[in-house]
């Protein structure tokens, strides 16, 4: 038996407009406009599949005045890339996106406080081991959670999953924002992808893309500068024009609508609610730069998100305190700052007072640990054992300093995230270009100095989740010799957990080195080290540093 099934298309400056679909031989069914704006009619269907577009007389200047186009529904949850059709699903006389159920959904995900986020790019987590052409699906994902979950990794961060051009890219110049990318898999995949993040107490982040869009992306095609800059938002800044953007000054005086507002907040919710997503990392904020804006959009990606954590991340580059909260509109910043200092500090550039700026970025403004997500790589810049490779530093020497650059992101103020393959040392060049594949290799962790450093990363997590000081808000940094590049912090909370971490960021190893200032209250024991009980005394605490080493001390 048939239904009635509505289609809407918001078109409030054009003047005609009409649907066609497999269901009327694409033949024209008129639409009806609204004072609202919208267009309008109704379809009779049976349950089915079905593929649709809309024709419009356009407004976009690239076209002719008037001239009649047909684009592919901006709202649509499921396109077909190579016919550019819309697809509409019907079951039980409703419009369906799929019929995935919901299985762990009262599963307990951890608070933003305590996250270990892992960056990861869908086709180039996977795929299978000995095939460099194969790209990953969600599916294979899935195949790899217990690792993750092995690793101690608690949050993964999505490079873009709306439905890009072309089967490879790193997906920031998204066309069809309510699609997911289908060269991933279909939409209950990405379903499954999540409720299995969740089962493991995994919480799951996409990147959002509200600066701009790719050149075919409906809305350019329907009235280009009602919903965008006629001109580039930044004319001074060219190299940070990435694609047509949103226009969140428009204001439609009529409708009483922003039109980029309306449709990028219909966007977040419905990822919210649709894909039971716990996070945004907004990209491009800088170029954004509507803070009025920022502070709606993350309002409505938490309005129906009950009473689970939910994580809103800027991408501010260079990052800045003022961007997030109390005062600014998102909870927290990439934190390119901490990789900008403490790269050069792990091969060989020593600068203290830079140091002490980023593992306390209380220094730069930022009022809590959850303000910052630390890191030191992400898709955008080079891997460690990248960095200390074109420094010609190589072998065991590369894989001591990714150590101690692990030791200092995990034990730092702020929220720690890793770019995949980070923890056993992948160290491929980052892809010159966002269509060339870069599948990380799994069969580096065969060999045992990656093995290594796999364990050292997944201990220190470890550390770090049962160590309520080192997710707490307080360092202090109380011995300082940048004579000898050699200094050390202690991480505390109220509660009494104390750490201390030692660093060493020369080149000379020292045996019985004076720590002063060694907190003498208590009894210490060396992390990874026996089980002996350390006590300092008033000149410190003596101990055996090498060269490019961080030790670590916790309180008994």
């Keep these: 038996m048939a239904s009635s099934i509505e289609f809407e298309l918001f078109a409030p400056r054009n003047k005609q407009a009409a649907l066609i679909g497999s269901f009327s031989n694409w033949e024209n069914i008129p639409m009806d406009k609204g004072e609202d704006g919208y267009f309008r009619t109704k379809v009779d269907l049976e349950d089915g599949v079905y593929e649709y577009k809309y024709r419009i007389q356009t407004k976009s200047p690239q076209f002719a005045e008037d001239e009649w186009i047909d684009v592919i529904d901006p709202y649509a949850t499921d396109v077909d890339e190579e016919k550019h059709h819309g697809i509409v699903r019907v079951k039980g006389g409703d419009r ?50 217990d690792y993750l979950r092995d690793l101690g990794i608690n ?14 890219s790193w997906g920031y110049k998204v066309r069809h924002f309510f699609a997911t990318e289908s060269s991933y898999g279909s939409t209950e995949d990405l379903k499954r992808f999540i409720d299995e993040c969740h089962a493991r107490g995994i919480r799951v982040f996409m990147d959002g893309i509200y600066n701009h869009t790719d050149e075919e992306c409906p809305l350019m095609l329907i009235d280009r500068n009602y919903w965008y800059y006629e001109h580039m938002h930044y004319p001074e800044d060219p190299q940070n024009h990435w694609g047509p953007e949103f226009n969140y000054d428009n204001y439609d005086e009529k409708l009483d609508v922003k039109p980029a507002w309306k449709y990028v907040g219909d966007v977040v919710r419905f990822w919210v609610q649709e894909y039971h997503i716990d996070g945004i990392r907004f990209d491009a904020v800088r170029q954004l730069a509507n803070f009025e804006f920022l502070e709606w959009l993350a309002h409505q990606s938490k309005k129906n998100t009950a009473n689970k954590p939910f994580y809103n991340i800027a991408e501010h580059i260079p990052d800045t305190s003022q961007i997030t909260t109390p005062e600014g509109p998102l909870d927290a ?39 910052v997500v630390n890191y030191l790589s992400t898709h955008d810049r080079q891997r460690t054992l990248r960095e200390l490779g074109d420094r010609g530093i190589f072998d065991d020497a590369a894989f001591t300093r990714a150590k101690l650059g692990a030791a200092l992101l995990m034990t730092a103020m702020g929220i720690p995230m890793l770019w995949m393959g980070e923890e056993f040392g992948e160290h491929k060049r980052k892809s010159e270009s966002v269509t060339q594949p870069k599948k ?38 109380f011995h300082e010799n940048p004579e000898d590049k050699i200094f050390a912090y202690v991480r505390w909370h109220e509660a009494g ?10 080149d000379r190893t020292f045996d019985n080195y004076i720590v002063s200032h060694f907190p003498t209250d208590g009894t210490w024991q060396e992390w990874q080290g026996s089980n002996e009980s350390l006590t300092a ?12 080493e961080a030790k670590i001390f916790t309180s008994k």
């Excluded at 949050?155 to 490879?168: F, I, W």
């Excluded at 201390?500 to 020369?506: D, I, L, W």
């Design 440 to 477: 990380i290799a799994w069969l580096l962790l065969e060999q045992q100095e990656n093995k290594d450093l796999f364990t050292y990363y997944q201990q220190l997590i470890a550390l770090r989740k049962e160590s309520v000081a080192i997710q707490s808000d307080n360092i202090e940094f």
């Design 537 to 548: 005394n008033e000149e410190g605490l003596a101990i055996n540093l090498a060269a490019y």
């Design 96 to 145: 369906i996106i799929d019929t995935y159920v919901w299985q762990h959904d009262d599963t307990f995900l951890p608070p933003n406080q305590e996250l270990i986020i892992y960056e990861m790019h869908i086709a180039d987590f996977t795929g299978g081991d000995m095939d460099a052409d194969k790209k990953g699906k969600y599916v294979d994902a899935i195949a790899k959670l």
């Design 333 to 371: 910043c990439w934190h390119e700052s901490f990789r900008y200092f403490v790269m050069p500090g792990i091969c060989g550039d020593f600068d203290l007072e830079n140091l002490k700026q980023v593992l306390d970025p209380k220094r730069q403004g930022y009022a809590t640990a959850y303000n």
């Design 497 to 506: 957990d104390r750490v201390v971490v030692v660093v060493n960021m020369g």
């Design 155 to 168: 949050a993964v961060e999505l490079m873009p999953v709306n439905e890009y051009p072309g089967d490879y």
